[in-house]
């Protein structure tokens, strides 16, 4: 029994991340989730005590599937970290050429609508980045030791790539336009020394 509730509850929010990677997490009400979903109001509650809640569990999944990826990216596969590094940044540029962020990355997505309307979705959303933050770190540091990189501070080094991409994406969305995300890769190659 608890697989299949499991699977329910995962379905409610998968089914909730797509619609609101299009429309955003006020522009979707409990119906259309719920329609969508083609599951009965009472299964929505069964698992989740309102919109919020639900808000909240939609970024700790979200970001616990990210987070898993992210730690495949740099799993040490015999390359040099800063080469690994250089990959997740590509990616995140080809990823933009596919179609626009804010329709895959719910961080750009939501960042700036639901940190002012629910403190436990903007506590998610800060955990979560927090998160990436730390394994690009992590990453950051690795190749310090290894020699791929030039001796940053990685912490910071991190947090200021990731604000960067973050941003850049942004002005993509605002500019429908990539040239934000290519100068951001070519700001990460100057910071991080590659070429």
Known sequence: ??????????HILDTGKAIILGKGF??????????TAKVPKGSFYYYFSSK?????????????AYLKALDALFLDDGSPAGERLMRYWRRWLDIQKQGPCQEQCLVVKLGAE??????????????????????????????????SLPALDPAPTAQALYQLWLGASLLTKVRRDPSALTLALATTEVIL???
């Open 1 to 10: 029994m608890g697989n299949h509730q499991n699977d329910v509850r995962q």
């Open 26 to 35: 006020t522009a979707v009400g409990l119906a259309e989730l719920l329609t």
């Open 52 to 64: 919020d809640q639900f808000g909240e569990a939609l970024l700790e999944s979200y970001f616990t």
């Open 114 to 147: 639901v940190s002012d309307l629910s403190e436990p979705m903007r506590t998610a959303l800060h955990r979560g980045t927090d998160g990436v933050i730390g394994r690009l770190a992590a990453c950051v540091a690795e190749g310090v030791a290894d020699g």
């Open 193 to 195: 020394g590659i070429k």
